[in-house]
């Protein structure tokens, strides 16, 4: 059976902090990874994707930057915090047909 | 873009009643809609898929779409407090799928 795990499961950052979090899939080979942000109260969206290892398609700018490393594994940062970021980011894959399966989400407080 | 819109923004219901949430969409073109749940800022569990107009049940879940409507709707069946969470539409328009802003059910025992 698949897994996928996410980390850390929250964090309190300062504004102009670095950020990074990381997202593996175990159990299945090549899968399509996702990141999607949800603010609070908000619409969750679709920040990046990637289809194979070292590939990253980018679908809404946050200055936020998503990098495939391995097969396994999904991981977002940035260099530079900004209070906007706050939210909920939620790692996913799918199998072909695009059935998405998530993860249990990071939660991330900006101060 | 697709648009994705949900209805209603909260719903109420008794244990045991049929609770119905509606989504409507902007791009008739789309090729697959999906519901989910998330409980309180949790990660999302997938209810059930529809490909095509007409009914899919997966359990006490059926989704009905009606692409010249624009429209596709969940029922639960017998909903328990259990269920209460958000619900999401999920629609798949050129291999990016757009969420709605959900339907926040309360299953009251």
């Known amino acids: 059976a698949q897994t996928i795990h996410q980390w850390p499961v929250a964090e309190i950052k300062a504004v102009g902090s670095p950020l990074s979090l990381g997202c593996t899939i175990k159990?299945?080979?090549?899968?399509?990874l996702y990141w999607y942000w949800q603010a609070t109260g908000g619409t969750l969206q679709q920040l990046f994707y990637?289809?194979?290892?070292?590939?990253v398609e980018s679908v809404v700018q946050l200055n936020l930057s998503a990098s495939r490393p391995k097969d396994d594994q999904f991981i977002l940062s940035t260099e530079k915090l900004l209070l906007s970021h706050s939210g909920f980011y939620l790692c996913a894959w799918s199998p072909p047909g695009n059935t998405l399966y998530f993860g249990e989400g990071s939660r991330l407080i900006v101060v | 873009q697709q648009k994705v819109q949900q209805s209603p923004e909260s719903l109420t219901v008794s244990e045991g009643a049929m609770a119905s949430l509606n989504c409507t969409f902007s791009d008739g073109t789309s090729n697959n809609f999906r519901w989910y749940r998330q409980h309180s800022a949790k990660g999302l569990e997938v209810l059930v898929s529809i490909f095509s107009d007409g009914e899919k049940e997966e359990g006490r879940f059926t989704a009905h779409l009606n692409r010249a409507n624009l429209h596709v709707s969940l029922h639960i069946r017998e909903p328990q407090p259990s269920d209460s969470a958000v619900y999401l539409c999920a629609v798949n328009s050129n291999n990016r799928i757009f969420f709605g802003d959900g339907t926040q059910l309360v299953v009251k025992p």
């Open positions: 159990g299945k080979s090549s899968p399509n």
């Open positions: 990637s289809i194979t290892v070292g590939q």
